[in-house]
């Protein structure tokens, strides 16, 4: 079984400023790592996934994440936060075993003040 | 990237009727789809992988007489909410994967049910 956790469901940041969102998964397996982002009332869009290749992943909208074995992180960063990137941030898991759906953490509010 | 559709994007019923959901590949086949349900402020929960030309596969606590899937086709699969109740209101957003990726889920824009 795998799981994924988020500290923190809601996070504030000032325009420009560093943007970290935290994820600490649980697989028995090793993992397949995403995050998504959602906008209000919309479905998911992929913002970048880690699938066993370089652990220092770059996705979309500037933003990166590393995947960190020992620590059993995938934090998701963007150096200077814009208020566009206010929004619900899930980090999700799947394995290669058996079904290919994912599990999904809590989700993480980013809210960027001007 | 695919486009994933779902119809209606929002939908208000009364209580003890059938609601039904689409879900669209509008540019690739996906065999395999899966149905999500979100609540307010809450994150997606896994309610069913949906299979072409076979029964859908139901986690654990999902009804499967209540949320009935039809794959009936590679490009549609379809959830009818049963006999509809306030409980039953929520996001459910459906997802497949795109021709040739293994990877990538792409998900629909969601259905907002409210079962008044």
């Known amino acids: 079984a795998q799981s994924v956790t988020q500290l923190g469901s809601h996070v504030s940041v000032s325009e420009g400023a560093l943007v970290l969102l935290r994820c600490n998964y649980s697989s028995s397996v090793p993992p397949y790592l995403f995050w998504y982002v959602q906008y209000p009332n919309q479905g998911l869009q992929l913002l970048l996934k880690y699938t066993s290749a370089a652990t220092l992943v770059k996705g979309i909208n500037g933003f990166e994440a590393e995947f960190k074995k020992s620590e059993t992180s995938f934090h998701l960063t963007k150096p200077s936060a814009h208020m566009s990137d206010a929004a619900e941030y899930f980090c999700?898991?799947?394995?290669?075993?058996?079904?290919?759906?994912?599990?999904f953490g809590s989700g993480t509010r980013l809210q960027v003040q001007p | 990237g695919a486009v994933v559709s779902q119809h209606p994007s929002w939908v208000i019923c009364k209580s003890g009727t059938s609601v039904k959901i689409e879900c669209r590949s509008l540019?690739?086949?996906?065999?395999?789809m899966f149905w999500y349900r979100q609540f307010p402020k809450q994150s997606l929960m896994l309610m069913a992988t949906s299979n072409e030309g076979s029964k859908a596969t139901y986690e654990q606590g999902v009804e499967k007489d209540k949320f009935l899937i039809n794959h009936a086709s590679l490009t549609l699969s379809t959830l009818t909410v049963t006999s509809a109740h306030p409980e039953d209101s929520s996001f459910y957003i459906c997802?497949?994967?795109?021709?040739?990726?293994?990877?990538?889920?792409?998900f629909g824009p969601g259905t907002r049910l409210t079962v008044l």
């Open positions: 999700a898991v799947r394995t290669d075993t058996g079904r290919r759906a994912l599990t």
């Open positions: 997802s497949a994967y795109g021709a040739g990726g293994l990877w990538e889920q792409f």
């Open positions: 540019d690739f086949q996906a065999t395999t």
